[in-house]
């Protein structure tokens, strides 16, 4: 599995396969759900409107308490990422932030313009199907993975 390979390695030993490196990814999906908490800062990527980028990150820094980063392209975000230690609380992601908002904005997303427009999509059905994957033996969650 490429996704883990490439993503997941620095997990180990904590999660041992691709197994559990996936059911964790939809534990944290669920857990930290970025959509949730732009929606409730008024920030609905579904509309196709640019945001400032201070309030993109600030509405993920105070649910978290951490700093994404933020990767973008022709002022689209690409990437929106969300740092863990290895106990899986939100950690900055960049280092040698300061005091200084502004500052920790810029570092977090040099690849942004001032204002930028975040990606439409459908989103994923976790939910109550999160549950049911997670309960499910071993091989019927990643052959449910694989093949989605």
Do not use: W
């Not at 204002?115 to 071993?138: C, F, H, R």
């Amino acid at each position: 599995m490429g996704t883990r390979k490439k993503h997941g390695t620095c997990s180990y030993p904590v999660i041992q396969d691709e197994y559990d490196y996936f059911a964790t990814t939809l534990n944290l999906y669920t857990k930290y759900n970025v959509t949730r908490i732009l929606k409730n800062a008024g920030i609905d990527a579904q509309n196709g409107e640019k945001y400032l980028l201070g309030d993109v990150v600030s509405a993920i820094k105070n649910e978290f308490g951490a700093t994404p980063l933020l990767v973008c392209k022709h002022s689209s975000v690409e990437e929106l990422r969300i740092c863990f230690y290895k106990d899986f609380k939100p950690r900055d992601c960049v280092s040698g932030l300061s005091s200084n908002a502004m500052d920790d904005i810029t570092k977090s997303s040099s690849s942004c313009p001032l204002y930028i427009s975040l990606p439409t999509y459908e989103p994923i059905a976790v939910g109550d199907m999160s549950a049911e994957i997670l309960n499910s033996e071993k091989t019927d969650v990643y052959r449910f993975l694989v093949s989605a």
